[in-house]
């Protein structure tokens, strides 16, 4: 092999743990994200808005599954208890960055909504113990339930493509009948994630 050859081998190795950080953090930001659009692939029910969020007619909505588990404060919770209610679930970690951006507009959005027939729930998942999830409430004055699920256990449960389970923080928000109206894979300010819930207040 010539020394021109050497060399041009040499700066292509070079440049391959480059391409392999730069995967790498590709796939990081995947896995907890600021925002972006959803994405509908396997559930062409879904209407994709301007924000981010997705709705879907009432006449093409699917049931959500059955979610009952331990909180991150070791509580039993089952979602089935909130029945003719608007249900929030919000997928978030205490690891995430994004999550604790919008939990505290979450909170103010859940004490403005409440008395109109509407439960937040949370989905703690990939934390290693509930300890770092409580403390994320507590810091961020989170006042509804939130299920452990570190594993993603209950996330598995939902139909495909309904929710981004790689989508850390996502948003899926449940009708008065048990099925699944909205979503958002990305985090939500206040204004988008009213846009979201407002509509399915008003629906009987």
Not at 2 to 15: L, N
Not at 104 to 132: L, M, W
Not at 144 to 173: A, E, H, K, N
């Amino acid at each position: 092999m010539s020394a021109k050859d050497s060399s041009t081998v040499v700066g292509r190795m070079r440049g391959v743990p480059i391409v392999i950080a730069s995967t790498a953090c590709v796939l990081l930001l995947t896995a907890c994200t600021s925002g972006g659009t959803s994405d509908s692939s396997g559930e062409p029910n879904f209407v994709a808005g301007k924000d981010g969020t997705d709705a879907v007619p009432a006449s093409q909505r699917v049931m959500a599954p059955v979610l009952s588990g331990k909180t991150v404060d070791g509580d039993v919770l089952n979602v089935a208890d909130y029945k003719r209610k608007v249900v929030v679930l919000n997928v978030w970690g205490s690891w995430c960055p994004p999550c604790r951006a919008e939990a505290k507009g979450f909170e103010t959005v859940y004490q403005d909504v409440k008395s109109q027939g509407v439960q937040f729930v949370g989905i703690n998942t990939r934390d290693a113990s509930p300890a770092p999830a409580r403390a994320f409430q507590r810091d961020q004055g989170i006042t509804y339930p939130s299920f452990y699920d570190p594993s993603g256990r209950l996330l598995i449960r939902f139909q495909r493509g309904t929710l981004g389970i790689q989508s850390v923080p996502s948003t899926l928000v449940i009708d008065r009948h048990g099925r699944v109206a909205a979503r958002a894979l990305g985090a939500l300010d206040k204004s988008a994630l009213l846009k979201m819930v407002q509509p399915l207040v008003r629906e009987k």
